[in-house]
C-alpha cells in the first residue's frame, strides 16, 4: 500500500531539540542587555567627541591668539630696529620711541 521514504538525515531526539531550544531562548533572552550595552557604548563615544570637538576649538582659539601676539612681536621688533637706527641722528626721538615701544610691549607680554 505505502511506501516509507528515508530522510537522508537522522532525525535528532527530542531531547537534544529541547536543549537547542533552551539556549536559544537564554541566548536572546541576553540580546536586550546586548543592546542597551551597545547603545550605552555609543552614548559614551558621542560624548567623548564631543569633549575633544570642544578640546579642539578651545585648541585652535589659543594657536589663533599666539598667532596674533607673534606678528604683534614681530611688528614691535622691526619698530624697535628703526628707532635704534636714529639714535646717531636723533637721540631724543629715538628715547620717546623706544619708550612708546616699551609700553607696547607690556601690554604685548600682558596678552599672553
Known amino acids: 500500500m505505502g511506501e516509507i521514504i528515508q530522510f537522508p538525515v537522522q532525525a535528532r531526539p527530542l531531547a537534544t531539540t529541547i536543549m537547542l531550544a533552551d539556549q536559544l531562548v537564554t541566548a536572546t533572552a541576553e540580546l536586550p542587555e546586548l543592546v542597551s550595552a551597545v ?48 639714535v646717531d641722528t636723533d637721540p631724543e626721538a629715538a628715547a620717546g620711541r623706544l619708550a612708546e615701544l616699551r609700553a607696547d610691549y607690556a601690554q604685548l607680554t600682558a596678552l599672553r
Open 39 to 86: 547603545d550605552r557604548m555609543g552614548r559614551s563615544a558621542e560624548s567623548l567627541c564631543r569633549a575633544l570637538q570642544g578640546g579642539l576649538t578651545a585648541m585652535n582659539v589659543a594657536f589663533g591668539r599666539a598667532l596674533v601676539v607673534n606678528e604683534a612681536h614681530q611688528r614691535l621688533q622691526m619698530a624697535v630696529q628703526k628707532a635704534m637706527e636714529l
